[in-house]
């Protein structure tokens, strides 16, 4: 789940707040807000510690909510990321070659 869906639950719709009110309170500008509750835009370190000083969940909890958003997103495309595994032995015998 995209971590602007938390906001809106846990922040917004828990004290009755629209989100011109809400983007008042966190010092930002609607847009700014309404890009991170429609999962346009994620939450930035900044926003962290505003979401923190006005509802006080903890800045760290919001940066690995979006963290874990983001590896969960990349996992899912995890096979079209291609890496060769790296073994010392290998690299042993390369470095061995170059000499």
Sequence with gaps: MHPGTTVRQDCLEKNGLSVTDAARVL???????????????????????????????PAREWLMRQLDHELAEVRQRAGDIDVEPFSTVKASIDGRKGR
């Design 27 to 57: 010092g930002v500008d609607r847009q700014t807000l309404s890009n991170l509750l429609n999962a346009r835009s994620g939450i930035s370190p900044e926003m962290a510690i505003r979401l923190e000083k006005a509802f006080g969940i």
